[in-house]
T-cell receptor
Framework: GAGVSQTPSNKVTEKGKYVELRCDPI?????LYWYRQSLGQGPEFLIY????????DSGLPNDRFFAVRPEGSVSTLKIQRTERGDSAVYLC?????????????FGPGTRLTVL | AQTVTQSQPEMSVQEAETVTLSCTYD???????LFWYKQPPSRQMILVIR??????QNATENRFSVNFQKAAKSFSLKISDSQLGDAAMYFC???????????????FGQGTILTVHP
């Protein structure tokens, strides 16, 4: 594809529900990142995948958050028992790992609203 | 842990004028990258300019340039000949460079909203 895509663009859910957010990286990009951006703030790192494995999940706030990338391409961020504080824009980015500098290309994000 | 601070929540500039956005950071690393990203209302994060810490020369990309002061841990962005399309939220970001290839986690500042007046 031309760029990183994320679906859905917007998601409204009720407190306590389960949600899945999808990220389609640029074809051939082995690295994939998830960030969370609260209103009026900068993005905060959640998790980084190299291929299929999570190389760093230190940014996941608690065990309600989980992400997978089973085939090393598409990734899904899963949030269980959503809380109002989970409301934010969830950004995904991808990059190659072939050079000393690897630009991260961002998707347009999914705006999650928990009522 | 690395931190990035942008002390200007909002800035404004007249079209065709010059504006400087400030950023400071804290790290114990010696090898890292610094970035400025632009985020318009569409939410798409766009890379504006990057600076490698080991390079003393300040990076320049057309109307965008940086003033990188490594000892002071300062990294400001200058936008010359401002255009209406420059209006957006701007984020300063840091990434350490692990070994021969860069490890990707970005640490962002809080952002500066730039308004361009016609």
């Amino acid at each position: 594809g031309a760029g990183v895509s994320q679906t859905p663009s917007n998601k409204v859910t009720e407190k306590g529900k389960y949600v899945e957010l999808r990220c389609d990286p640029i074809s051939g990009h082995t690295a994939l990142y998830w960030y969370r951006q609260s209103l009026g703030q900068g993005p905060e790192f959640l998790i980084y995948f190299q291929g299929t494995g999570a190389a760093d999940d230190s940014g996941l706030p608690n065990d309600r958050f989980f992400a997978v990338r089973p085939e090393g391409s598409v990734s899904t961020l899963k949030i269980q028992r959503t809380e109002r504080g989970d409301s934010a824009v969830y950004l995904c980015a991808s990059s190659t790992q072939r050079e000393s500098y690897n630009e991260q290309f961002f998707g347009p994000g999914t705006r999650l609203t928990v009522l | 842990a690395q931190t990035v601070t942008q002390s200007q929540p909002e800035m404004s500039v007249q079209e065709a004028e010059t504006v400087t956005l400030s950023c400071t950071y804290d790290t114990s690393e010696s090898d890292y990258y610094l970035f400025w990203y632009k985020q318009p209302p569409s939410r798409q994060m766009i890379l504006v300019i990057r600076q490698e810490a080991y390079k003393q020369q300040n990076a320049t990309e057309n109307r965008f340039s940086v003033n990188f002061q490594k000892a002071a841990k300062s990294f400001s962005l200058k936008i010359s000949d401002s255009q209406l399309g420059d209006a957006a939220m701007y984020f300063c970001a840091y990434r350490r460079n692990a070994g021969g290839t860069s490890y990707g986690k970005l640490t962002f500042g809080q952002g500066t909203i730039l308004t361009v007046h016609p």
